[in-house]
């Protein structure tokens, strides 16, 4: 199979990346850092990497799997911060992710088969003030999804939506890592495990 992963860099997608190519899949590996996705390419040449910025940026092709997972965390509130960012985690969070479903979805629903996953989390379900800005693109995120979800019924494309809790990754650099915690790999072995298995609707994960 042919996947396409965002933010395949580091964290959740560079985990998911790597599982799908050790399960044997070619996958196609999206992020803006050059390095990093031509270090992971060279370790695993199922992998090819594409050096894109998804804020303004859409890529085209044709896959049988779609793993949404790049996003944008920005700590901090709406309110009183001197630096809003708001605007820049909505550009990536929902606008790039809408934008992508409308180039990469098409083949699919025309041929009535693929998957599309998209990583959610946790903090859609319970508002926390130091983080409103990420958690409320995450909350737009889902409601896209259930939208897509509608869309998609009967077209014999599968979606999911993968919400984990906290997992240790690089977005958690500069605050204190949480008590209880999941790694990426974890997450990845959800994503992997929801395609193969043809496991569809929100599913969680926590540490
Ligand atoms: N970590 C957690 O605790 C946690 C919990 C729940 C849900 N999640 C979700 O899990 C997913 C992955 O999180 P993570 O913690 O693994 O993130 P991460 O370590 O911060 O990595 C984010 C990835 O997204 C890419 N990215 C960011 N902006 C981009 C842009 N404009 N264009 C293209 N790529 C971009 C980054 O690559 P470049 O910088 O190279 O572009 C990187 O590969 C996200 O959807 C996040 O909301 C994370």
């Not at 977005?171 to 915690?181: D, L, N, Q, T």
């Amino acid at each position: 199979m042919d996947v396409f992963v965002t933010g395949a860099s580091r964290g959740i997608g560079r985990a998911c990346a790597v599982a799908f190519a050790a399960a044997g899949h070619r996958v196609t590996a999206v992020a803006r850092t050059t390095g990093q996705l031509a270090e992971l390419a060279a370790a695993h040449p199922r992998i090819t990497p594409l050096v894109a910025d998804l804020a303004w940026e859409v890529p085209k092709g044709t896959y049988d799997v779609i793993v949404l997972n790049a996003a944008r965390y920005a700590p901090g509130g709406l309110l009183g911060t001197e630096r809003d960012v708001f605007g820049e985690s909505w550009e990536v969070n929902v606008m790039a992710n809408h934008r992508l479903t409308r180039a990469l979805l098409p083949p699919l629903i025309a041929r009535g088969s693929g998957h599309l996953v998209v990583i959610g989390s946790s903090s859609t379900e319970k508002m926390a003030g130091h983080m409103t800005a990420y958690a409320t693109t995450k909350k737009c995120l889902r409601a896209l999804y259930e939208g897509w979800e509608e869309e998609l019924r009967g077209s014999g494309v599968r979606c999911t939506l993968i919400a984990p809790g906290a997992t240790l990754t690089s977005s958690w650099e500069g605050e204190a890592p949480p008590p209880r915690y999941l790694l990426p790999e974890q997450v990845a072995e959800l994503v992997t495990r929801s395609v193969r298995d043809g496991l569809t609707g929100r599913l969680t994960i926590r540490g």
